[in-house]
């Protein structure tokens, strides 16, 4: 199985401020992906983060809100930009890969607090 | 579109009793099915992955079953014990489609 870590594990932010979340994988994969957990939900995909090109944002997210770099087959970074109590969120990268095609793995997560 | 359904939403059971999580889908073209565990503000862990081939996979005290036909699996947790209480989660992949989460059941064991 893939081996993920986020970093930062959680932080506490100020309204209006950016927080870039990094994500690194202990092999190379093809597919990987950010996710937002809100308080209480489940989760929902903001992008798929393709390496060497733009991400895929989903509906509802848009570049400007969650740039996302991916600078290889082992790395991406997701920033929460102009941040507001409403991104307070768990924020999961998550890989394909494995020993079964599709299965998917995620890291720790990151815990955003915003104030 | 594949709606995945999970019920009951919360449970409290005794420890060492079996106990069964329940998944549904609305769309049994899928390429996988995989239950996940997540204790409270930290990340998933990966627990069973069916192919659309199989019908059940089996890991310790997890027993994970999947019927294709008629959109549903279960998750069976044998002499449940305190340090299984977690969120589980399903998750089914489409053919050429992402990953969708049902809502998760939050599983209680009672020492």
């Known amino acids: 199985s893939a081996v993920i870590s986020q970093k930062p594990s959680r932080d506490i932010c100020q309204r209006g401020t950016s927080l870039t979340i990094q994500c690194q994988v202990d092999?190379?994969?093809?597919?990987m992906f950010w996710y937002r957990q809100q308080p209480g939900q489940s989760l929902t995909l903001i992008a798929t983060a393709n390496q060497g090109s733009e991400a895929t944002y989903e509906s509802g997210f848009v570049i400007d809100k969650f740039p996302i770099s991916r600078p290889n087959l082992t790395f991406s970074t997701l920033t929460v930009s102009n941040m507001s109590p409403e991104d307070s969120s768990i924020y999961l990268c998550?890989?394909?890969?494995?020993?079964?095609?599709?299965?998917?793995?995620f890291g720790p997560g990151t815990r955003l607090t915003v104030l | 579109k594949q709606e995945v359904t999970q019920i009951p939403a919360a449970l409290s059971v005794p420890e060492g009793e079996n106990l069964v999580l329940n998944c549904s889908f609305t769309d049994s073209a899928i390429y996988n099915l995989q239950w996940f565990r997540q204790d409270p503000g930290k990340g998933l862990t990966s627990l069973l992955l069916?192919?659309?081939?199989?019908r059940e996979q089996t890991s310790g005290r997890l027993n994970a079953s999947l019927d294709k036909s008629s959109g549903r699996s279960t998750l069976y947790i044998a002499a449940s014990q305190p340090g299984d209480s977690a969120t589980y989660l399903c998750a089914v992949k489409p053919r050429d489609d992402k990953i969708i989460f049902g809502k998760g059941t939050r599983l209680h064991i009672l020492p």
């Open positions: 069916i192919q659309s081939s199989q």
């Open positions: 998550s890989v394909e890969g494995g020993n079964h095609i599709n299965e998917q793995f």
């Open positions: 092999s190379q994969v093809t597919m």
